[in-house]
């Protein structure tokens, strides 16, 4: 939010559609008009359904939400491609584990400021993890709000943001933060602290024997003194939280790590309660994206040998840099050298645009229409909307040049294929509209 002023005013933000003039990725472009940008990208697109081919459409974009996911995840649906939304700090695991453990698809709303207690392991909440603006607003009244002092304690294997700010640190050798959790839910078992339903319910009455401090001390590098300390101090603080991500996700095995550290809150009766874990509704309008899809790391692999072997014929990327975000070993941007056409919807000449054949930026987001569900949510029913408040910068231009919403680039071409996207507009702001007065019509909420 606080870069977004400067990608506004950046002067090196694309001013028009850029067609690749030299070999690709020599980063040498020539302009040309909207008219000849769009008639070329439909064109591509064209070709692909003659040969019956369009399954090699391939879409990338960020995670998108609210309409503009609905718009599309529709577009790529009707046209019959791969959609890819690109996750840059990828969260599989923790997705993965939310859903395993407490059945949710939507990330829960972890309730900072009404606990008495927060374990996190490797979750750098105050820094990048997650929705650190959110989680710091709640650590300020955890800490400072009109109410007794929260205690934090940070399981980590580095000296992270969180652990700077945190009561205790304790630090576990990398990717033994699982087998910390179950040591310290033997802890909680041994000695009665734990809720008996919930036990039974995770264990079927197995008291975890081979978790036990003393057998795991040295395995995880942190003392069984230690170990049964803050499983004391987590049960007797009630009510506390459990957190895990971030490192602790970043292992192989990182998913038995995070199931492990979040069946912690159903020990201690945290799940469903203030203070504890408070989970997200669903959006009320049923057809917007609920969660924003995302793409697990195994699927960028299979993509990569699909370039490679000229499964991808055309590449469109929009609000995403994978060329820069995905490792070197996965040879991605050796593998587009394979794809005949990739077209970048960028405003800015990053990584993946610079290999792009044709260019079409798209509005900064303050200069645009939108909507969204947030996730993580804050617990409740919530859907933002969001309209332009400055003029596109570029607009003085003309029409044929200049930027334009990605949305509405993507309708126009829609109407050019004869997709039938059955939504509720021609233009983007026209869906918005009806998705607001649904929202209305509705009559509840605030």
């Known amino acids: 939010?606080?870069?977004?002023?400067?990608?506004?005013?950046?002067?090196?933000?694309?001013?028009?559609?850029?067609?690749?003039?030299?070999?690709?990725?020599?980063?040498?472009?020539?302009?040309?008009?909207?008219?000849?940008?769009?008639?070329?990208?439909?064109?591509?697109?064209?070709?692909?359904?003659?040969?019956?081919?369009?399954?090699?459409?391939?879409?990338?974009?960020?995670?998108?939400?609210?309409?503009?996911?609905?718009?599309?995840?529709?577009?790529?649906?009707?046209?019959?491609?791969?959609?890819?939304?690109y996750e840059s700090i990828e969260r599989t695991n923790l997705r993965a584990a939310i859903k395993q453990v407490f059945g949710q698809d939507r990330m829960p709303d972890f309730d900072i400021e009404r606990a008495n207690f927060i374990l996190s392991f490797g979750a750098d909440f105050l820094n990048t993890w997650v929705s650190p603006v959110r989680y710091a607003r709640g650590f300020g009244e955890f800490r400072q709000?009109?109410?007794?002092?929260?205690?934090?304690?940070?399981?980590?294997?580095?000296?992270?943001?969180?652990?700077?700010?945190?009561?205790?640190?304790?630090?576990?050798?990398?990717?033994?933060?699982?087998?910390?959790?179950?040591?310290i839910a033997h802890v909680l078992i041994k000695d009665g602290l734990a809720?008996?339903?919930?036990?039974?319910?995770?264990?079927?009455?197995?008291?975890?024997?081979?978790?036990?401090?003393?057998?795991?001390?040295?395995?995880?590098?942190?003392?069984?003194?230690?170990?049964?300390g803050v499983a004391h101090a987590f049960a007797g603080n009630r009510p506390a939280i459990a957190l895990g991500g971030g490192s602790a996700a970043a292992h192989t095995n990182g998913l038995f790590?995070?199931?492990?550290?979040?069946?912690?809150?159903?020990?201690?009766?945290?799940?469903g309660q203030e203070g504890g874990i408070v989970f997200n509704p669903a959006s009320p309008l049923d057809d917007?994206?609920?969660?924003?899809?995302?793409?697990?790391?195994?699927?960028?692999?299979?993509?990569?040998?699909?370039?490679?072997?000229?499964?991808?014929?055309?590449?469109?990327?929009?609000?995403?840099?994978?060329?820069?975000?995905?490792?070197?070993?996965?040879?991605?941007?050796?593998?587009?050298?394979?794809?005949?056409?990739?077209?970048?919807?960028?405003?800015?000449?990053?990584?993946?645009?610079?290999?792009?054949?044709?260019?079409?930026?798209?509005?900064?987001?303050?200069?645009?229409?939108?909507?969204?569900?947030?996730d993580p949510g804050p617990g409740y029913e919530l859907v933002g909307f969001q309209q332009p408040v400055v003029r596109p910068f570029f607009e003085s231009r003309g029409e044929h040049l200049g930027t334009r919403g990605f949305a509405d680039v993507l309708l126009a071409i829609a109407g050019e294929l004869d997709l039938d996207l059955d939504l509720p507009g021609e233009t983007f702001k026209d869906i918005l509209q009806a998705g607001a007065m649904k929202l209305f019509e509705l009559n509840r909420g605030s």
């Open 1 to 85: 939010c606080e870069a977004g002023l400067q990608a506004l005013y950046n002067p090196d933000r694309i001013r028009g559609p850029l067609l690749r003039a030299g070999e690709r990725g020599s980063s040498q472009f020539e302009e040309i008009s909207w008219t000849d940008a769009l008639g070329r990208l439909t064109f591509q697109l064209e070709e692909l359904q003659r040969r019956r081919a369009q399954k090699s459409m391939v879409l990338i974009t960020n995670p998108v939400g609210g309409h503009l996911g609905m718009v599309a995840e529709r577009f790529v649906e009707r046209f019959r491609g791969r959609f890819m939304p």
């Open 257 to 271: 790590n995070l199931t492990a550290i979040y069946s912690l809150n159903y020990l201690v009766g945290s799940v």
């Open 145 to 183: 709000g009109d109410r007794p002092r929260g205690t934090m304690v940070q399981v980590d294997s580095r000296f992270s943001m969180t652990g700077a700010n945190a009561d205790d640190r304790i630090f576990v050798k990398p990717g033994m933060e699982g087998i910390l959790a179950l040591s």
């Open 288 to 374: 917007i994206p609920s969660v924003p899809a995302v793409t697990a790391f195994g699927e960028w692999q299979e993509l990569a040998n699909d370039m490679r072997s000229g499964d991808v014929g055309v590449m469109m990327v929009r609000g995403a840099d994978p060329f820069y975000g995905l490792p070197a070993s996965l040879g991605f941007r050796e593998a587009s050298y394979d794809v005949p056409f990739i077209f970048s919807f960028s405003n800015f000449m990053d990584d993946t645009t610079a290999m792009a054949d044709l260019v079409l930026p798209e509005h900064n987001y303050l200069e645009d229409w939108g909507s969204d569900s947030p």
């Open 195 to 228: 809720d008996t339903a919930a036990v039974e319910a995770l264990t079927g009455g197995d008291t975890l024997e081979e978790f036990a401090p003393e057998a795991v001390a040295q395995k995880i590098g942190v003392a069984a003194e230690k170990v049964s």
